[in-house]
């Protein structure tokens, strides 16, 4: 499985996915589901995938392909507005899942895939687009300031509570942190390292990028963090009619040990080698 989030608001992008792509007992694999096409100055975009393994595979080989060949007529260089780049991206993914299906190789095991479409091209600011399957898309906005693809449920709450269009870049990518967290927890086929990076409006360029293992400092710090002061929120709620007063911060117990974060060794959510 897969979890990917892009988040838009004034001060530009963030882009934040995860990379398992298998997590059998004895086979976990790790693939980048988040790629970069950087043009410093000119445009910048960033995609992220979900679905079919050798779908996206293919699909971001054909974007670099036609990318870097300057007589292509058609590319993410040719382009003058975004929404006509994600107009590109999606052709280029259904015509990637087509090849996929008439290889014959797949044993019935679906060739769809989704993507995530980010970026800023010169004279325009930054826009998120979600690409499906059939290659149609849509656009992040003020109302919906970010998108969500994979296993998106048991991260959307923070997102619903936090993301506004004026929440600072590096708060909207505390907050993509957090949602990918909260879905590792909660779901076995989604696993670290994660990857990050930023488009500050106006840069037209990465910002920023990092990838975040389970012993990174920073990934440990706010997954410890966030977990002690969600329980300690908890115990902080109004009482129930039937309960004694709320002991002071001075009285109050020590919050207990969380347990250890659970390993690859322990997550069996079935073999999944041909999906992202």
């Known amino acids: 499985m897969t979890y990917c989030v892009g988040i838009e608001v004034d001060e530009g992008l963030v882009f934040a996915a ?30 992220m995938s979900s679905g079919n393994l050798a779908t996206t595979q293919l699909a971001v080989s054909r974007l670099r392909r036609d990318a870097e060949d300057p007589s292509a007529t058609r590319s993410l260089r040719t382009f003058r507005h975004l929404f006509e780049v994600a ?9 990637s899942q087509v090849q996929a299906y008439d290889s014959g190789q797949h044993g019935g095991v679906s060739t769809q895939a989704t993507l995530i479409l980010g970026g800023q091209v010169a004279g325009e600011r930054p826009g998120l687009y979600l690409v499906y399957p059939l290659g149609n898309c849509i656009a992040a906005s003020p109302e919906t300031p970010y998108l969500q693809i994979g296993e998106s449920k048991y991260g959307k709450p923070i997102l619903d509570r936090i993301i506004r269009p004026e929440t600072a870049l590096e708060d909207a990518a505390r907050c993509a942190l957090v949602s990918l967290d909260s879905t ?33 400092p920073l990934y440990a710090d706010i997954h410890d963090n966030w977990s002690r002061k969600l329980e300690n929120a908890v115990r902080t709620l109004p009482r129930f009619p039937w309960e004694p007063a709320l002991a002071t911060t001075e009285e109050a117990a020590p919050l207990p040990q969380l347990p250890p974060r659970r390993g690859p060794s322990r997550q069996d959510p079935g073999d999944q080698s041909a999906q992202q």
């Open 18 to 47: 995860d990379t398992r792509t298998n997590a059998s007992l004895d086979d976990v694999r790790v693939h980048r589901k988040l790629h970069v096409f950087d043009y410093p100055g000119e445009r910048v975009f960033v995609v």
């Open 87 to 95: 107009e590109y991206v999606g052709e280029v993914l259904v015509a």
């Open 184 to 216: 590792i927890r909660s779901n076995l086929s989604v696993g670290l390292p994660i990857d990050i990076a930023l488009i500050r409006a106006g840069d037209l360029r990465i910002s920023q990028q990092v990838r975040l293992e389970g012993d990174t």
